[in-house]
Structure formats: structure tokens, C-alpha cells
């Protein structure tokens, strides 16, 4: 079987490479040379762990090729699959003109009956827009049908959730066109549930949204436990034991970022806007995300007594641990407020520096995470890597000329950060 992948980014890539390693031909697609011929030499475009030793060995095998030809790549495929990018627009409704233009692509190199798959995450709606966009420029009378299959992968660990999906989504017009499409994921889960087009699109974004939804409200209760002298650790256990809630995603923090949540959070609110639904729950599960870092910056500015002339240590800019994305990450919209009222940023990351210097460039961008504490009157934890957990903070605090240290992500443990001799401040826990 051979199948085409547009878009090589951490979904289409990923994607890509795991149906090669199953065993199909796979051609990866994307309209940016620069990527097409750093993958064709071995560099990756994105920074996922074990993904190049993937690449490289499926490569090696003949499987995975790269192109930046669509048209003749679709025309060699059996199923092609979309994964480009639906950023979120002006109005906060996802930017369509990426699936638009491609599927306008795939419509010239259909040339004999193909399945075309949306990957990307798209509002209800878009399977028959790509059926219709594709119908209207077809070069040649063939058929071809639209599948809805919503990817689930985590950056950060996307090789071993594709490998290991929770389940696969696979909306299709009917049974058979489905059932042909989760034959691909046989070897890797007996959870696939065939749907309409429209359930598929819309599952995505209430999965996303629901654990948005649980994070802020987390957070709501984290500035509960602030007001009340409650301990917000405490209470995640206590509610997390409860089966019916889950212990997963209620850790209080700076909010959710990256390229999904927020995104898919205003993508859903923009569809129930388009259907006349008031789905005020999503606004305020955004307003409390937007409040987080502002309310952890007030605490900041307070124990500091303003930003002015003040030299901050920021460690973590991606995202999130074990990723180089760094869109709408946290660490930038705090980076955004030190510097604006004064402050001299310290800024390290151990993958994302180099996507993030465009993205901050007034920082100061250094090589170890000690050296982000040299004279530093704050240090700032904003994603939990690793690396943050393990520091010898012996040395960390000496390089500091304040013992300042803000725990974005509660990942250390308050009592003995204090005996290290730090002022400790975290989120929804008793101040220093
Ligand atoms: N990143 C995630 O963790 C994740 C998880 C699940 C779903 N998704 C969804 O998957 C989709 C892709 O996300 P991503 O993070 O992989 O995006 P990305 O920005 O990393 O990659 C998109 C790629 O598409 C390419 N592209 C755009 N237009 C093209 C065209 N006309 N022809 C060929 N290539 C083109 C871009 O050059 C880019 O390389 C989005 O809808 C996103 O919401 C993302």
C-alpha cells in the first residue's frame, strides 16, 4: 500500500515515518524546500525524541521518501492524508487556507479512485468542503472519497502515542471506506471506533477541550487554595483518587499552552458561535488560563517590588518537557511582561532556545540553566524539564544575588526548597 503524507510537521512527520516502520511506502510531502531537503540529509525539522533513528532507518529501507512534488506523490499514493496546520485565524476560528490549498493540490493528481484522510484538526464541516474543494478541480472524472481521522498524539512522546494510541477516530461516509482506513492501524490497537465525519471532526476538539477544561479548573482551584491557606497538592490528590475524575491533567500551573489546546479550546467556541450556542464554559476555561501566569506575575512583582532594573532568570521555553515547540508557550508571555516593565530576562531552554530567539528577541538567550541564575534577583520555572528537577540548586542559589526562586509548574518540594535556603513561591501552595 502507498500512502502520501502533506505536511511534515510533528504530526505529519511522526505519522509518516510510523507507517513506514509498519511496513508501507510512505512519501512525506511538504511545500517547504528547506525541510524537504534537510530531511532528504538526515535533519529533522523538529526536535522528537527517537524520531530520527526512525527516519533514518526507514530511509535506509526504502520505505520513507521526501518530496515537495504533491501532485505527483498523490498520484502514486492509494491514501493520502492532510496533516498541514489550522492555526487559529484573527476571530480565533481555525485558518482554513492551508487544508483549502492542498486539497486543490490533491484534486490534480487524483487519477484513480483514492481515499483522502484529514489528519489536521478541523471544525465540523471541513470532510465535505475537502470533498467539494477536491471535486471542483478534478483534472479527470475519477472517484475518491473524504475520511475524517483526528490525531491524538502528544509532542513530547508522539512516537510512542502513535505507536500505542488510546484509541483511532475514523469518521467515513461509510462502514467500508472506514473500515479500509483502520486496516492501516490493525497492527497497533483493536480501539478504533468508525463514525460519521462530523462526530470524528467534532470528538477532537472536545477531547482537547475537556482536558483544557480540567487544567483551569485546577487552576481556579489553585487560587482557592492561595486565598484559603489550602494546599492545592493536597486537594489534587484527594480529588484525582476519585475514579470517576482521573488523576491525569489536574496539575495547577501556569496554564496550558503550546499549539493544541488554546488553539482547539477557540476552535470549539467558534463552532458553537457558528451554531448559535452559547458555550460560555469555553470562555471561561480560557479566562482562567489567560489569569494564571498574570496572577503568578502580580506575586512576582510584589515580592520584588516592581520589575524595574531587575535582572529574572527564566528556565523552560518550550512549551512543554521534551519538546522544541514553543507556540504559545507560557514562558513567553512572561518573558513579554518582565521586559516590558524593565526587567533584564536570563533565558534558558534545553531544546527551544533557537525557535525561541525569534520569537523573544529582547532576552538574553544562555547555554546552561546555571547560567540563567548568575546575579539574578529571580529565577523563574516555567516548563518541567528534566534537567530543572535535577539541578544542583546548592549552586544555583549561590550564583543568585536573591534566593528568589517562582515554581511554575509546582515541581519541587516546597519545605525542602525553603532548608536550601531559597524563598520559595509556588502555585496554589503556602508562600515562603
Ligand atoms: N502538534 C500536535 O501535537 C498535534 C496533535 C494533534 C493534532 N494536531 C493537528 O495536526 C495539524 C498539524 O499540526 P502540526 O503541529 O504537525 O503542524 P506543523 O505546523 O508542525 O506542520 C504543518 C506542516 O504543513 C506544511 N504545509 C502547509 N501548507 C502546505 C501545503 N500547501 N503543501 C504541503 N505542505 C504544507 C508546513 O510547511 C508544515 O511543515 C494541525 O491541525 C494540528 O492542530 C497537532
Known amino acids: 500500500m502507498n500512502l502520501c503524507i502533506i505536511g511534515t510537521g510533528y504530526v505529519g512527520l511522526v505519522t509518516g515515518t510510523i507507517f513506514s516502520h509498519l511496513g508501507y511506502n510512505v512519501v512525506c510531502v511538504d511545500r517547504d524546500a528547506k525541510k524537504i531537503d534537510g530531511l532528504k540529509q538526515g535533519v529533522m525539522p523538529i526536535y522528537e525524541e527517537g524520531l530520527k533513528e526512525l527516519v533514518d ?13 504533491l501532485v505527483s506523490s498523490v498520484r502514486e499514493s492509494d491514501i493520502v492524508f492532510i496533516c498541514v496546520g489550522t492555526p487559529p485565524g484573527k476571530d480565533g476560528a481555525p485558518e482554513m487556507k492551508y487544508v483549502r490549498a492542498v486539497a486543490e493540490e490533491i484534486a490534480q493528481g487524483l487519477n484513480d479512485y483514492k481515499i483522502v484522510v484529514n489528519k489536521s484538526t478541523v471544525p465540523v464541516g471541513t470532510g465535505e468542503l475537502v470533498r467539494s474543494i477536491i471535486q471542483e478541480n478534478l483534472t479527470q472524472p475519477v472517484a475518491f472519497d473524504v475520511v475524517s481521522n483526528p490525531e491524538f498524539l502528544r509532542e513530547g512522546t508522539a512516537i510512542y502515542d502513535t505507536l500505542n494510541p488510546d484509541r483511532v477516530v475514523i469518521g467515513a461516509v461509510n462502514r467500508e471506506v472506514g473500515e479500509k482506513v483502520a486496516s492501516l492501524y490493525q497492527t497497533l490497537t483493536d480501539t478504533v471506533q468508525i463514525t460519521d465525519i462530523a462526530s470524528a471532526e467534532l470528538i477532537k476538539y472536545a477531547s482537547n477541550s475537556f482536558l483544557a477544561t480540567k487544567i483551569s479548573f485546577m487552576n481556579a482551584v489553585s487560587a482557592l487554595c492561595e486565598l484559603t491557606g489550602a494546599d492545592v497538592e493536597q486537594v489534587r490528590e484527594g ?14 500551573g501556569l496554564g496550558f499552552g503550546g499549539s493544541c489546546f488554546p488553539k482547539d479550546c477557540l476552535g470549539l467556541l467558534h463552532t458553537a458561535k457558528r451554531y448559535d450556542y452559547d458555550f460560555h464554559l469555553m470562555d471561561s476555561v480560557l479566562r482562567v488560563n489567560e ?17 524595574e532594573g531587575k535582572r529574572i532568570g527564566v528556565w523552560g521555553l518550550a512549551f512543554k518537557p521534551n519538546t522544541d515547540d514553543i507556540r504559545d ?50 529565577l523563574i520555572l516555567v516548563t518541567e524539564w528534566r534537567e530543572f528537577k535535577e539541578a544542583d540548586f546548592e549552586e544555583v542559589r549561590k550564583s543568585m544575588r536573591l534566593p528568589v526562586l517562582f515554581d511554575g509548574r509546582n515541581i519541587f518540594n516546597p519545605k525542602e526548597m525553603r532548608d536550601k535556603g531559597f524563598l520559595y513561591y509556588s502555585i496554589g501552595r503556602a508562600d515562603a
Do not use: H, W
Not at 532507518?57 to 512534488?69: E, H, K, P, Y
Not at 512583582?301 to 516592581?306: H, Q, S, T
Open 57 to 69: 532507518a526507514n530511509v535506509a529501507a526504502g520505505r520513507l521518501t521526501f518530496s515537495i512534488d
Open 239 to 252: 480529588v484525582g483518587q476519585d475514579k470517576r475524575i482521573g488523576s491525569a491533567f489536574l496539575n495547577a
Open 291 to 307: 489569569e494564571q501566569p498574570l496572577r503568578f506575575l502580580a506575586r512576582l512583582r510584589e515580592v520584588l517590588g516592581g520589575f
Open 329 to 378: 508557550g507560557k514562558a513567553f508571555e512572561i518573558m513579554a511582561a518582565l521586559i516590558k516593565e524593565g526587567a533584564e530576562v536570563l533565558a534558558y531552554d534545553p531544546i527551544a532556545i533557537d525557535n525561541s530567539r525569534k520569537e523573544q528577541p529582547a532576552a538574553t538567550y544562555v547555554d546552561t540553566a546555571l547560567d540563567a541564575c548568575k546575579d539574578v534577583d529571580a
